[in-house]
């Protein structure tokens, strides 16, 4: 797939409550709509693991259209990588710290600071993330598309300025002009690793059905 570097449109100020899904442009009821609303953090419980979470975390768009992130809760970095069409949730669970059944915690607290290299489903490697230290955040540039609050080469106290966490309520609005399917994941450390905070856009041709 020849994936092209998507374009930024905005990064924005506090915006108010919205619903979890929203969507607008749409040409008719089966077909991708040109933008959709994605909370980045469940904006009903702003702390702890339970804030963790993409909402919703799987969503279809046309190309050229735009996912609005809206960041709720504190520490959050947002991600984008493309992946297979292929890759499930399954796909990169299982590639993340095991889960108790009863609690669905990590049960594993050396993970996120461990190494690790997450495939996609044709097993390509899509994400290194090193060891912290040096790395305090997931920051493989190598076909990331676009990321906040990441750290600077691999200077643990290095981050761009004022992003050491997306603030609350920020919007980061962000235009897809490919077609593919695209991880979306915070690059917390715990909270992608450990927490399993990660969705995915698909991006389809325009007036396509969705899948």
């Known amino acids: 797939m020849n994936i092209r570097r998507a374009t ?3 990064v924005a100020a506090v915006v108010p409550a ?5 969507t607008t442009g749409a040409q008719g009821p089966h077909k991708a709509p040109a933008d959709v609303i994605v909370h980045f ?5 702003l702390a702890g693991a339970i804030n963790q979470v ?9 190309k050229d259209g735009t996912v609005t992130f809206v960041v709720n809760g504190p520490g959050h970095g947002i991600g984008i990588y493309p992946v297979s069409k292929e890759t499930t949730r399954d796909d990169i669970t299982a590639q993340l710290c095991p889960h108790d059944p009863v609690t669905n915690e990590c049960t594993d607290p050396t993970f996120p600071n461990a190494d690790h290299a997450i495939h ?9 993330t090193g060891t912290n230290p040096p790395f305090a955040r997931i920051d493989d540039p190598t076909e990331r598309l676009f990321a906040t609050s ?10 761009l300025p004022g992003t050491t966490a ?15 399917r695209f991880l979306v994941m915070c690059v917390n450390r715990n909270h992608g690793l450990s927490n399993w905070m990660f969705g995915f856009v698909t991006v389809v ?3 396509v059905d969705q899948p």
């Open 8 to 10: 930024l449109l905005l």
């Open 18 to 22: 919205i619903p979890l899904s929203t």
């Open 41 to 45: 953090g469940d904006p009903l419980n």
């Open 54 to 62: 993409v909402l919703p975390d799987e969503v279809t768009i046309h």
């Open 120 to 128: 996609d489903s044709k097993d390509r490697v899509i994400i290194v």
């Open 150 to 159: 990441i750290q600077i080469g691999a200077v643990p106290t290095a981050f």
């Open 166 to 180: 997306t603030a609350v309520g920020t919007a980061v609005q962000y235009r897809f002009t490919a077609t593919g």
């Open 205 to 207: 041709g325009l007036g």
